[in-house]
């Protein structure tokens, strides 16, 4: 079965889907994370879902379900890049994703996250040389 890969990136680990999402990918990627908050120590996970054309309510609920995991075991959780259309469907879906974070690219993300662990930011556009 394919997995989707987690890097780790000092303290935070970093999800980038580039696959559709299906059911059995979706909580093998839950049960990966976990697995690798509870590994690493991580403060923070940030998700990029710019590749996702389609999220149904599985997914969605899987997405919420990653974030509240990860905050029961202490790390801060930030989706990043989600489409107008994936936050619409959402929407009307009845989705909420209450206590999911999300930002509009993993530079906005990366700071965030920081931010609400109160370290500086030092990267991206923002970056002073």
């Known amino acids: 079965m394919e997995r989707i890969p987690i890097l780790q990136m000092g303290q935070f680990l ?21 697995d690798r908050i509870v590994k690493t120590s991580a403060s923070g996970v940030l998700i990029d879902i710019s590749s996702l054309e389609i999220v149904d309510s599985f997914i969605g609920r899987v997405l919420g379900n990653i974030a509240t ?11 990043v890049g989600m489409q107008p259309a994936i936050a ?16 509009a690219n993993i530079d ?14 030092h990267g991206g556009l923002d970056a002073n040389p």
């Open 88 to 103: 619409i469907t959402l929407v009307e879906l009845g989705l909420s994703l209450s206590g999911v974070r999300t930002a």
């Open 69 to 79: 995991v990860s905050q029961l075991l202490g790390t801060e959780t930030v989706i």
């Open 14 to 34: 970093l999800v980038t889907i580039q696959v559709d999402m299906h059911d059995r990918l979706a909580l093998a990627l839950q049960d990966d994370l976990t």
């Open 108 to 121: 906005a993300g990366m700071r965030l996250l920081q931010i609400s662990l109160g370290a500086p930011f």
